[in-house]
Each structure stands twice: as structure tokens, then as C-alpha cells.
């Protein structure tokens, strides 16, 4: 049996992270991961270019039933800190939009960049294992099985993850272990997911699936302005997946098609054209949706030929068409979980478990889920730093 101070189970950004920062204090750190190697969602986060972190980030990007719990570590350990790390490793990286920094080569530089400082820390790593068993031991400290060894510690990290992206290993480990310590768990759901919507109640959007524009999505009194994508399901795209996170089941969505291009305005500068609608609109948004929203709303006619009435309809399906989806397409295209590990169970400063002694919880798994952009990658390394320093 193998003594450790203390061990991490989950290789991701904030296992990883927390491994990293033991280990820096001396504290003989183990961090177990059952894929073949660390940081898999690192790895195809950003379409390969890692999303790793938003300039703008604060407590106001992420949604929890505790709404000041995040404001500790994200305040000691910022942003700004792992940029510096980036920097320190000379990944070159650029701000794409609304504060998202990218690798400009590879996520692989933050996987190598990580990997370098838990060689420079001491951290010990093992790939390939998975946990089988974890006790409590009577005398303090925790056991644990796994398919390699059997080990003990003081200090045990749980930070696998929530259930997004089950095909990149994603479980329901750190649940588990948090029912087998009697945590609360606050109800999980899909999190930043595209929208499936009803074929008989709305436009045919199969038929305009990849078709693109800007947009102002509200739902529950939230709204976004970004790109809106249409698939053979529904809908996605930035501006959808930020609302999916407001959004529950029988809920409306209010769409502004392209709030910026002034289309009410040059509406009614022209009442008096024979241009069919479809044209018109054809000139501020894509004409196969111009098209098929025409027809769908029954608009296919010379603007000059339609009464005040029509017009009126027109601009305010503009801006508020109503959508109601019919559900989302389910963890395998969420890339965040919603709920997990009720934040009162842990200790905002060192994130260790209120019951348990030296057991503590980072990450996904915890009821914090960020906006797009960076901002569950800046939530993961600050909260694995945080821990880092107490474990």
C-alpha cells in the first residue's frame, strides 16, 4: 500500500491545477486519471485551440445557488495569473471576441505547459486507472482501490468532472462519491447545449441547417447577442448555447434577428417598394432563411402591397420571434453540466467538504458553471489553485 500526503483523482484543468500547486508545497501529491492522458476536454476545447481563459472574468459569469461562492478564488488567483503562466511558457495566444483568449498554434501547448510545471513540482501522475473503492480510514486520512494499487493519504481531491461529453471519458465518479459522504447534489442538467426544436411548430430549419446570423436571444429576463446557428435538430450557436444555461423546459425564447442592422428602419423607409420581402430582408440576412422565413410567416409578398398591420407583424417577428423548445440534445453536445455539489458543503477559501475532514471538491462537479468564452477554464484553475494551498 502507497502513503501519499495527498492524492487528486481527475486530470483535468482544475485537477491538474491542484495537483500542480501540492506538489509546489512540498506535499508528496499523487494525480490519478483513468484516460490515457491529462486534460482531454483541454484538448478539444476551443476547436483545438483551447478557450483557456476570458479577460473579463468575475463572479457575474457563472451561475450557482451561490452567487458569492466563487468570489474567493477567482480573486486570488485571476485570470490575469494563468496568463502570466501562458506567457511564462511563450505560448502565443489572441483574443479572438468579448475577451475569449486562444493558443494561436495548439490546446496541446497547455497540456505540455501543464505537464512541464508538474514535472518541475514533483507531481506524481498515472494515467490509465481507475478508482475503484475510497474509504475513510477511522484514524483520519482516506483508502483507496484502484485497478493498480491500493493507496492512502490525508488529503483526498475529488475532480473528475461533471457529464458533459461522455465520449471523452466524462462519468458520474465525483456524484457518486459525493452521495457516498451525504453531500447535497442540486439537480444537474445539460449546460451550454443546442436546442431541439418541434419540425411541425416551427420554420423548416432542417432545410437551413448551417445557416448563420447575429442575434439577441432573452429567456428569463437574461439575454446574449451573438451568433444564432441552425441545425437539423433545432438550434445552437453562441448566442443558444449561453441561453440553454437559463433556459428549462416550456420556457420561451425571444429572438432579435441581427438587433444592429437597422432592418425596421430601412423597413419603413420603404413602404412604398415593389421588392418581394424575402429580397429586402435578403440584403441583411441569408437569403435561404429570408426565404424560408417568408414563407413559414407568410410574407411573400411586394413590401408595398402588405397593410400597416402586416408590416407591424413583420417587424415584430423581427424582433421577438417566439421560439419554444421542445428540449436540448443531452450531454453528448453540452459542454458544461448545470448543478452538481451544493457549494454550502464545501469551504469557499480551501474548498475541503464541511463533514469531512481532508476531502475536498473541485471543478465541474460543483453547482458553478461558467458562461462561454473561457470562462470554466478561469473557474477551474482558480479553483484548483485555491485548493492546492490548503490540501
Given at each position: 500500500m502507497k502513503k501519499y500526503d495527498v492524492i487528486v483523482i481527475g486530470a483535468g484543468a482544475a485537477g491538474t491545477m491542484c495537483g500542480i500547486e501540492s506538489a509546489k508545497r512540498g506535499r508528496k501529491t499523487l494525480l490519478i486519471e483513468h484516460n490515457k492522458q491529462i486534460g482531454n476536454k483541454i484538448l478539444i476545447s476551443g476547436g483545438g485551440r483551447c478557450n483557456f481563459a476570458n479577460i473579463g472574468a468575475s463572479h457575474q459569469n457563472f451561475i450557482s445557488q451561490n452567487e458569492h461562492f466563487m468570489k474567493s478564488a477567482l480573486s486570488r488567483y485571476t485570470q490575469y495569473d494563468f496568463i502570466s503562466l501562458v506567457e511564462s511558457h511563450k505560448i502565443e495566444y489572441y483574443e479572438k471576441t468579448l475577451g475569449q483568449l486562444f493558443c494561436k498554434k495548439s490546446s496541446k501547448e497547455i497540456i505540455n505547459m501543464l505537464l512541464s510545471e508538474s514535472k518541475k513540482a514533483g507531481l506524481e501522475i498515472?494515467?490509465?486507472?481507475?478508482?475503484?473503492?475510497?474509504?475513510?480510514?477511522?484514524?483520519?486520512?482516506?483508502?483507496?482501490?484502484?485497478?493498480?494499487?491500493?493507496?492512502?493519504?490525508?488529503?483526498?481531491?475529488?475532480?473528475?468532472?461533471?457529464?458533459?461529453?461522455?465520449?471523452?471519458?466524462?462519468?458520474?465518479?465525483?456524484?457518486?462519491?459525493?452521495?457516498?459522504?451525504?453531500?447535497?447534489?442540486?439537480?444537474?442538467?445539460?449546460?451550454?447545449?443546442?436546442?431541439?426544436?418541434?419540425?411541425?411548430?416551427?420554420?423548416?430549419?432542417?432545410?437551413?441547417?448551417?445557416?448563420?446570423?447575429?442575434?439577441?436571444?432573452?429567456?428569463?429576463?437574461?439575454?446574449?447577442?451573438?451568433?444564432?446557428?441552425?441545425?437539423?435538430?433545432?438550434?445552437?450557436?453562441?448566442?443558444?448555447?449561453?441561453?440553454?444555461?437559463?433556459?428549462?423546459?416550456?420556457?420561451?425564447?425571444?429572438?432579435?434577428?441581427?438587433?444592429?442592422?437597422?432592418?425596421?428602419?430601412?423597413?419603413?423607409?420603404?413602404?412604398?417598394?415593389?421588392?418581394?420581402?424575402?429580397?429586402?430582408?435578403?440584403?441583411?440576412?441569408?437569403?435561404?432563411?429570408?426565404?424560408?422565413?417568408?414563407?413559414?410567416?407568410?410574407?411573400?409578398?411586394?413590401?408595398?402591397?402588405?397593410?400597416?398591420?402586416?408590416?407591424?407583424?413583420?417587424?415584430?417577428?423581427?424582433?421577438?420571434?417566439?421560439?419554444?423548445?421542445?428540449?436540448?440534445?443531452?450531454?453528448?453536445?453540452?459542454?458544461?453540466?448545470?448543478?452538481?455539489?451544493?457549494?454550502?458543503?464545501?469551504?469557499?477559501?480551501?474548498?475541503?467538504?464541511?463533514?469531512?475532514?481532508g476531502l475536498f471538491f473541485i471543478g465541474e462537479a460543483l453547482d458553478v458553471s461558467g458562461w462561454l468564452g473561457g470562462y470554466n477554464f478561469t473557474w477551474a484553475w482558480s479553483c484548483g489553485w485555491a485548493a492546492g494551498q490548503y490540501v
Open positions: 498515472i494515467t490509465e486507472c481507475k478508482v475503484f473503492e475510497i474509504k475513510k480510514n477511522e484514524n483520519g486520512g482516506y483508502f483507496l482501490r484502484t485497478q493498480n494499487d491500493e493507496f492512502i493519504c490525508d488529503s483526498l481531491v475529488i475532480a473528475t468532472g461533471g457529464l458533459s461529453f461522455p465520449n471523452r471519458g466524462a462519468t458520474n465518479f465525483s456524484y457518486q462519491i459525493a452521495e457516498q459522504f451525504d453531500l447535497d447534489i442540486v439537480k444537474l442538467r445539460p449546460g451550454l447545449v443546442p436546442l431541439k426544436l418541434d419540425i411541425n411548430k416551427n420554420l423548416d430549419f432542417e432545410s437551413i441547417s448551417g445557416v448563420s446570423f447575429f442575434a439577441n436571444a432573452t429567456c428569463n429576463g437574461v439575454n446574449f447577442k451573438e451568433s444564432l446557428l441552425f441545425t437539423h435538430k433545432g438550434l445552437s450557436g453562441p448566442v443558444i448555447l449561453q441561453i440553454s444555461n437559463y433556459w428549462n423546459s416550456g420556457d420561451k425564447i425571444s429572438i432579435n434577428i441581427e438587433p444592429d442592422k437597422n432592418i425596421k428602419a430601412n423597413l419603413l423607409s420603404n413602404l412604398k417598394s415593389s421588392l418581394l420581402v424575402k429580397n429586402f430582408l435578403g440584403k441583411y440576412l441569408p437569403a435561404k432563411f429570408a426565404d424560408i422565413f417568408c414563407d413559414y410567416f407568410s410574407f411573400n409578398k411586394p413590401i408595398k402591397s402588405m397593410n400597416s398591420k402586416e408590416i407591424d407583424n413583420l417587424i415584430s417577428t423581427l424582433e421577438n420571434w417566439e421560439i419554444y423548445p421542445v428540449g436540448t440534445e443531452g450531454y453528448k453536445k453540452a459542454e458544461i453540466t448545470l448543478g452538481g455539489i451544493n457549494t454550502n458543503e464545501l469551504s469557499s477559501k480551501t474548498f475541503e467538504t464541511k463533514k469531512h475532514s
